[in-house]
């Protein structure tokens, strides 16, 4: 972060102080693949005279980002203390203020769980022009590539996207409609307060064997699928040592998952040469 600031200060002290204002992308990144960024996303990649990115955009998708262009990690990890909202609001301000062209890279879908609303009225509030660029949400990335359907006609007629971590820390999940059984709940950010999940959950009236896929680093090479049921979560986690980024998926959608088998993880391997 030292060597970012650095090279920022030295591009701000490089612009005139008549420059036009520049603008802001707030770009959704996917889930990991980097096969899954839109052809829009990459092209503002490209282009982008300084990408500020995430923890949870992938390697693979920031060695798409040019050698000459300033990349600033604003990532905030567990434990680690990085920018607040506030500063990462006010650095992207700065930087198009200074006339240059901006992009938010951020993990899956800006407007999903990924704080976006809040850096684009931030944004509208300064005077600076803001632009979405939509991402495929992990929701959808992780469970296609995990072969789950997140919504079927036999078992789940709707889907709920919760986030696993409330503004103050556990989540409150207090609406009693989370306990039908033909809908699918997808929990962003979950594993932290996994036990408490699964508790409101079983407390509201879901069964206590109802599937729940745990998947960790979705659409990656590294990808894991642990399949589980609410009652047994968080042994399987500790069990597991399942780490983040990973969603909690749950629902009866779940029962369709099939552990890839050698010869279909050859062919992947195939063709992805």
Not at 42 to 49: P, Y
Not at 202 to 212: D, E
Request: net charge neutral; proline share 4%.
């Amino acid at each position: 972060m030292t060597q970012a600031i650095e090279r920022l200060e030295k591009l701000f002290n490089f612009q005139s102080g008549d420059s036009a204002p520049g603008c802001v992308w707030l770009v959704g990144a996917g889930p990991g693949d980097v096969e899954l960024l839109t052809l829009k996303a990459l092209r503002l990649i490209k282009s982008a005279d300084v990408v500020v990115y995430d923890r949870l955009v992938s390697d693979e998708i920031m060695a798409e980002v040019p050698s000459s262009t300033l990349s600033i990690d604003v990532g905030k990890k567990p434990g680690s203390h990085g920018l607040k909202q506030a500063q990462i609001n006010q650095l992207l301000a700065d930087l198009a203020a200074s006339g240059r062209r901006v992009v938010r890279l951020k993990g899956g879908d800006p407007f999903i769980f990924g704080r976006g609303g809040e850096e684009m009225l931030f944004l509208q509030q300064a005077g600076i022009t803001c632009q979405i660029v939509p991402g495929i949400t992990a929701a959808a990335g992780c469970a296609a590539a995990s072969g789950i359907p997140l919504t079927h006609r036999d078992c789940a007629q709707s889907l709920r996207l919760i986030t696993g971590h409330g503004k103050s820390g556990e989540p409150q999940l207090d609406d009693a409609s989370l306990a039908a059984s033909n809908q699918t709940l997808v929990f962003y950010m979950g594993l932290k307060w996994s036990a408490s999940i699964s508790a409101q959950l079983q407390a509201h009236g879901r069964a206590a064997n109802t599937p729940v896929a745990i998947i960790e680093n979705g659409t990656r090479p590294d990808q894991r699928v642990m399949v589980t049921t609410l009652a047994d979560l968080t042994v399987t986690i500790a069990r597991e040592q399942a780490q983040s980024p990973a969603l909690l998926l749950v629902g009866e959608v779940v029962r369709f998952y099939r552990q890839p088998q050698s010869a279909d993880l050859n062919a992947i391997s195939l063709m992805a040469k």
